[in-house]
Structures are given as structure tokens and as C-alpha cells.
């Protein structure tokens, strides 16, 4: 026997496969002979070890009895020949097959005809452990390297010949070419498995590439990456070479594949994710302008290896791979089904073991920047991170599971990783890995498994627990993870995998919020616990959707996650908010802090009074510096207000009609906090006026009956010598004056500023409505409602209050309001035009629905039409009655005999039912009300607010409320 023929695989074979079955077995090696020439089956006959070895890996692999069937010649050959040249060989070969050939489809066979040679010699070398595991992963990862190359090479020619760009070297057109091949994952560590795709990243150079259209790069690269896809990946007669995956690039579902490199440089330095840092571990230049490729990762090498973690960042890191709180005390490893690549135990539990050191440690410590998991293990071991014993467990276990991965997949060359639950099948597996029992494979699998699974439980477990108690929670990487699908849909989510796409889109940096390193680590931390909160509510999916969109709305994110990861309560209240009430959450979203109150310990049990919030906005004004600076912080205040009343309304720690007040509250603070500012800014142009001026407030801000949505209905009197002029540089007369500053007055209510809007201001109500003087003086008020005034101005004038002003004057005003509404008046015309102004109402805007909760016949007009009707009909003789509040009318009117109490609680009921749902819709929503279309979040609070079992009921409630109304009105006012 020759030197070369001690070599040759057989005579290096270790290993003889016993087949389940023999017969089987030997069918498999008989119908390869039946294909052979002589050649093969001069080998059985000269090599005694030939014909076992081969029914052993035959009989066991269907995919490998393919394979030599095609050309029984080729596996004579393997059998006879050194494996290491064999490969060294095919691998030469393989580089340059692009060299010479006419056409793509030409290129195509001898690539898929090189990978059909090379999977037969790693099978054949690996089972019969002619190599041992780690020389199979580094010929399948050269093959890759190879194929790519010459993939590379064809492309470049055939863009060269075509014009598109200019080729540095004809003769190696991947020289100088600027287009950059990395090889992630297992091919950059030399550690591809027997069926693995290829995890790469394509990035080019636009100053090295030539490129004939430089306005067009993008879209060639991306062509030209396109067409490496099909020559590699596509499926032919041939089979296919390897699947190509490109998902690894920055934020794939935003980029192009083929990235420039400042592109690429952009997105690492500002939301380059710890998981990528992970993955950049084992990143290679393999193949295009491969020094091109080694100086980007030069470049990136301080984003992957930081010198300083903090807390945040150590708890992202443990976050790439599923949580190990979530599989402690979980019963036994069963063997059989389970996955060895994610499953507990398993292959990425040992790489994730070394990576996150690595990615702790290494940005100190160059000597744990290592690719491949052996080296890195030996490393960690040289560096004192890890005992000898734990790196021999975790080493053995590694190389265990990596054969074993192998056999499954060699069985019919599919990507998988999980052991068959079919016990026939396994028992394949256990031979294919040499082992003559079922469960003696069973113990040795369950044995490493375990192994593995305490040695990466001891690492963690000082780690942040960052998944849910109910299962695995991770969202890194460019593919679904299957446990945290489970996981999802256990929890009540509809839509899984649309929660893993956002979630994933969150940590790219898609908005602004998570742009941030600090603010994507926080949020990693947050994710869990937030999952499970908006999945106790009534609708997870459409709670989380609403939570999106507020994250899409933040400014920045680091101040509300941080808040969020410490007070899990007000993380249930943020999901409750999401999920109900889509305003305040955008209230949230325009200024996180508006949550900080929330976490006061008093803040549900106490209301803040006039006093206590005139004096909070005075300190706010008093930080500025400018009357635009002192509008702004007024918007600040005033929208941060509504959002906590908002919150107490939604949470029940407050009534409807004690939101009503407070909401009233908070804009008569503001107003009157505002027109001595206003007042002194239009001094400084037009000087001082002697007079006195107060503002008056109608409708529900007069009836202390707002909600969040609702405008300020104003009007402003003065009363000042109508011929005189103000002492300022550019003075005005006085109906002038008071004019020009009740529109300032406006602006500083209801101009948008950079804070946005305070509220909506009305001033419509004044005498003469729109055709009259912006501003009133207080004889021409008294003489307009004593002469011209129409019965819906007196009704108005029902709800009249003083918010500002002077307190003197606001005195008066007072006086001169209820002068107006006591004046003797003829009933009968009264009642006609209270009736016909109705009429008018339901004409001009009828109600769209019996939601409709104001204008709907029987709704909150008529309720306030009867209380202000009897009360213009009642006042001149009964001044008692009057309340600018309308329940307190009707219960006034009822007090005096002026109306049927039964009919007054009626009202007074159905009054309350329309506030208080006209709370909760107001709070939550803009649009029109349709419970098919609502959150359900909302629906419940609805529910909670009519005291009704379920939507139908509280229609029903609505319905008699508005019937038993309607036919108060008529008998009262008229139809």
C-alpha cells in the first residue's frame, strides 16, 4: 500500500455506521452499483472496511444515497483519496470555476456539482471520523468562502463587459473592487454546520469602486447582490449551493442588501445594537475586496469591543439569547424533539456562554476577541475568566452537539437542529453518532445538555431577569425566535409575529425615542414586563399597537423607560392609558414627564384646590424669562394638568362631576394667571387704561361642566370713561383699547406655540355675537340684555360666571348678570323660542347616531334647554333658582316647587349619565363614537361609567335615558 493510500479516507476511517436496518441498508449501496462503471465496486472489493462503511452512512441517509448515485466514480475517488486533498483540490477548483466559463447557468452546475462533491466528502469524512468535527466545519465553511469567490469573480466580469463599472485587475477582478463580503455566524468563525445558510453582509466602497453611473451605486451593487443570491441559493436539477441570508445587515427591513460603507459606519456608531456587537464577533472578510473588508472591521472594531459596560448595557447583552429564569425548575430535558441549537442546553447556550464575556471583557482585553467558541472557551480559561472544568464540559458538550447536529441534518440535508421524536428516527441519529442503544445516546445527549445548562445558569444568575416568568422573550437578531412566538400567543397576543417585527424595528432605531443606545438597553429591560402588562388587558394586540404609536410620538425615550423599568404601577396604568384612551397617551408622548406626578403617593387620594394650582402655575411663570416663554410654560402647565385629571378619571379616583370641576378649575387658574400678563405686555406698547376690565365665562367652563376637549366660551367687560385715551407710546381709545386686548387675550389662550395649544377660545357668546365689539363695556352689556338680547343669549347668560378680573368689578358684573336673567319676561314667547331654537339645532346638526350623546333627541341639550327655560321663566319671582351649573338648577327648581321633582331626578340622572360618558370619550378619543370600532379599553370604560354589564345594556340605558328626557322636554318646553 502506497503512502497516498494510507491516507485515503478509508484508511483513516475510526467509525462504522450499524444501520437500523440492513436491509435497507444494503438496497441503498445496491442501487449506487447499479449506476457504477467498475470503479466503486473495485473499491469494496480491494477495501475490506469499504462496503460497512458504506451501508452504514448509506443506509442511514437518504440525501447521501442521492449523492452517490449521481456518479458512483466521484465517491470511488473520495474513498481512495486523501480527504485533506480532496478538499484542498475541490476547494481550488471551486475558486476558480468562474474562470472560462460561457454563461451564468454554466457557472451554476460546477458550483452545485462542487458543493454535491464536497457535502459527500464531509459526510463520508465525518461520520467515519476520518475527520474530527471542528476539520468538517472548516471544509464546509472553505467550500462557502470558495463559491462565493467565484460567484464574485463572474459577477464583476460580467458588470465590467457590460459597461456598468471598471475592473482594477481583469485577471482578479476582486481586487480593489470595493465590494465587501462578510461572513457572519458560523462561516466567520469557520463553524458552518452540513446544511447551514451563509450569513453575510454586503457592503461597497464608493471610493474604491468604480462605478460608471456613481448616482446609481446603490441600485448596481443591489443588482449585482442579487444575482450572488440566485447563482448561489437558487434551486436547479443540481440542486443548490448554499442558501444565501442577508438579514444580518443593518435594520433589514429599511436597507437596501447592498450598503454603502458610510451607511453602515453611521448606523453602528448611533444604534448599532449590543446583539450586533455580538454578531460582529465572529465576523470575516471571506470574500469581494477581502483588505477592503479587514479595514472596515478594523474601523468597527471600537463599536464591537467597548471598554466600559454599564448595568444597562451587561442586561441588553444577556438579552440576545432567551432569558435562563425562564427554563429554571422546569421539569427534566426530554431527549426526544429537542432542539439542540436553541433548546435548553443546547449549541447557543455555549456560544452565548463565551460571546457575552467577550463582549464584557474584550473591549479590555484583546486576547478574548477570538471567532471561533473552542478558542474562545481556552481563551477565557488563559485569562482566569472561567475554570479548566468548566471550559472541558462546555468544549466536550460543543463538539457532542455539533456531530450530532450534523447527523440530523445529513439525514436529508434539511436545516434543522431537532433531535426526531419518532424513536426509530432517533435511534438513526444515535447510530449515525455511534452509539448502539437508543438510550445510552438518550443519557450521553441529557448528560451534556445539563452540563451546559448549569454552567450557563451559574453565569446568569446574578443577571437582570429580562423575560417573562411565562416563557422565552427575546427579540434580537434578524429572525423569530419560535419559543418567544409561543410565548406571545400564551400571553393572548393574536399577532405574534407583528409584535416581534415592531419590537425588532424599536431596537433598529426606526424612532426617535430608541435612537439612543442608553434608551434601546433600558427598553430591552422594559420589554417583559411591558408585554405582560398590555397582555392583561382586554385586548392585547390592539393595547399594543396604541403603545407603538405612542413610542413612535416620544421625543426621546431614556426618561420614560427608566421611570417605567422602576415603577411597575405606573407601567400598568401606561398600558391601561394605551389601551382606553389614545389622548392622553399622546399626552405622553409630547412630554414623558408629565408621569412623574402620577408617582406621588398622594396623587390618586388628592385633588389639588384653586389655591394650590394658582400657586404651582406662579412658580412655573416665574422661571421665565419672557411674556412668550411665560404663554409657552402656561401650555406646559395647563396641558400637564388635563392629562393628570385625565388620569384620575380614568382610574376612577375621581367622579364625573368632580372631573367636570376640576377641569374647570384648572382653566379658570389659567386664565386668570394669564390676563394680568397680557395685560402688562400690551402696556408696554399702549400704555395703562383707568378702567376696569373681568372676564366672564359661559358654557361648560360657566357651568363647571368641562371636559378634555372642551373650548372656552369668554366674553370680556370693562368699564372705563368711554372718551378716554391710554397713557402708552402708541395710545388707543378706549372701546380700541379694550378691543386690541381681548384679542392678545385670545392669542394667549389659543395661539399654537412651540408647546402647542392651551385651549380653544369662544368669544361668540358677547352681545351682537360676531357682528358686535370684541370687547363689551359693562352699559352697553346691561343695555343690550335689558332691550336687544335674544332669548338664547339670556339662556346663555344662565351659565355666566366671572373667572378674572377685578374683584370689585367682578362684583358688579355679577349684580348686572343676575339683573338680566331676573327681569320679568313673557312666558309664552319664552317657551316658543327655547322650542324653536331646538328645532333649529336638530336641523342644523342632527344627531349621526344614538351616541351621539349632546344633540341626540332626549341628549344633554334638552336636559340643559328645560333647566334653562324654567329658569328665565322662573327667576324674575324665584332668584333662587338660578345655578350655573345644571343639575344643581334642576335640583333648585325642584326645591321650590318651580317642576315635578321625579321629573328633575329623571334629568338630573340622565344628565349625569351623558357627562359622564361624554367624559370618557372626550378623555379618549376625537372622533365619533362606534363600539364595532372602539378600543376595547375604551368599551370597558364606558361600561364602567354607565354602571352596565355589557355594551347592548348600556345602550339600552342610553336609549330610555334619552326617551324619558325627550318626553320631559315636551310637555315642559315643547316639541
Known sequence: MTQTNSRSLLSRALLIIEPIDHAQAEAALARVLERDAGALAAVIAAQGNARPLLEGALGSSPFLTELSARDPARLARLLTDDPDASLARLVGNTRNAAKGVVDEAELMRALRRAKQEGALLVALADLSKAWDTMQATDALTRLADAALAASIAFTLREAAAAGKLELYDQRMPERGCGWIFLAMGKEGAYELNYSSDIDIIVLFDRARARVAQPAEDVDLFVKMTKRIVRILSEITPDGYVFRVDLRLRPDPGATPIAIPLEAAFSYYESMGQNWERAAFIKARAAAGDIPA???????????????????????????????????????????????LKLGRGGIREIEFFAQTQQLIT???????????????????????????????????????????????????????????????????????????????????????????????????????????????????????????????????????????????????????????????????????????ALAVTQNADQAFLAFDKLLAGLPAGVQLFSVLVSNPRLLSLLTAITGAAPKLAATIARRPRVLDAVLEPAFFEHLPDESELAAALARSLAETRSYEEALDAARVFGQEQKFLIGVRILTAALSVAEAGLAYARLAECVIAALLPRVEAEFARAHGRMEGRVCVVALGKLGGREMTAASDLDLMLLYDADPHAESDGERPLAAAAYYARLTQRLIAALSAPMAQGLLYEADFRLRPSGGKGPLAVSLTAFEDYHAHEAWTWEHM????????????????????????????????????????????????????????????????????????????????????????????????????????????????????????????????????????????????????????????????????????????????????
Not at 315 to 326: F, G, N
Not at 375 to 396: K, Q
Open 293 to 339: 473588508g479587514e479595514a472596515f472591521l478594523k474601523e468597527l472594531s471600537p463599536f464591537v469591543w467597548r471598554k466600559n459596560f454599564d448595568f444597562a448595557a451587561i442586561a441588553d447583552v444577556h438579552s440576545i439569547k432567551r432569558q435562563i429564569h425562564a427554563f429554571k425548575g422546569h421539569g427534566e430535558i426530554a431527549a426526544l424533539g429537542h432542539d
Open 362 to 532: 474584550g473591549g479590555r482585553n484583546p486576547a478574548l476577541r477570538g471567532r471561533a467558541t473552542l478558542e474562545t472557551l481556552d481563551a477565557l480559561v488563559a485569562n482566569g475568566w472561567i475554570e479548566p472544568r468548566v471550559r472541558d464540559d462546555l468544549a466536550e458538550a460543543y463538539l457532542f452537539l455539533r456531530d450530532v447536529e450534523h447527523r440530523i441534518q445529513m439525514v436529508a440535508d434539511k436545516q434543522t437542529h431537532i433531535l426526531p421524536r419518532d424513536e426509530k428516527e432517533a435511534l438513526r441519529i444515535a447510530r449515525m453518532a455511534g452509539f448502539a442503544t437508543l438510550e445510552d445516546f438518550t443519557r450521553a445527549l441529557v448528560a451534556h445538555l445539563e452540563t451546559v445548562q448549569g454552567h450557563y445558569s451559574h453565569l446568569f444568575e446574578s443577571a437582570p431577569q429580562l423575560s417573562s416568568q411565562t416563557g422565552n422573550l427575546v427579540f434580537t437578531g434578524g429572525e423569530d425566535d419560535p419559543g418567544t412566538l409561543e410565548t406571545l400567543s400564551r400571553l393572548g397576543f393574536t399577532h405574534p409575529k407583528t409584535v416581534t417585527e415592531t419590537i425588532r424595528g424599536w431596537h433598529f432605531g426606526r424612532y426617535a425615542a430608541t435612537r439612543s443606545t442608553k434608551a434601546r438597553e433600558r427598553l430591552t429591560e422594559l420589554t417583559p414586563a411591558l408585554l405582560e
Open 796 to 975: 346663555a347668560l344662565t351659565r355666566a360666571r366671572v373667572v378674572a378680573g377685578a374683584r370689585d368689578f367682578a362684583a358688579t358684573v355679577e349684580a348686572a348678570i343676575r339683573a338680566a336673567l331676573t327681569r320679568p319676561r313673557d312666558e309664552a314667547k319664552t317657551r316658543n323660542d327655547v322650542a324653536d331654537m331646538r328645532r333649529r339645532l336638530a336641523r342644523d346638526k342632527p344627531a349621526r347616531s344614538l351616541w351621539d350623546l349632546k344633540q341626540a333627541p332626549g341628549g344633554l341639550i334638552d336636559v340643559e334647554f328645560v333647566a334653562q327655560y324654567l329658569q328665565l321663566r322662573h327667576a324674575s319671582a324665584h332668584p333662587a333658582c338660578l345655578s350655573t351649573m345644571t343639575s344643581t338648577a334642576l335640583e333648585r327648581l325642584a326645591g321650590l316647587g318651580l317642576m315635578d321633582a321625579n321629573e328633575a331626578a329623571t334629568l338630573i340622572e340622565a344628565a349625569r349619565l351623558y357627562q359622564s360618558l361624554t367624559q370618557l370619550l372626550r378623555l379618549s378619543i376625537d372622533a365619533d363614537f362606534d363600539p364595532a370600532q372602539a378600543p376595547r379599553g375604551l368599551v370597558e370604560l364606558l361600561l364602567r361609567g354607565g354602571e352596565a354589564a355589557d355594551i347592548a345594556r348600556l345602550e339600552a340605558q342610553i336609549a330610555e335615558a334619552q326617551r324619558a328626557t325627550r318626553e320631559i322636554f315636551t310637555r315642559i318646553v315643547g316639541a
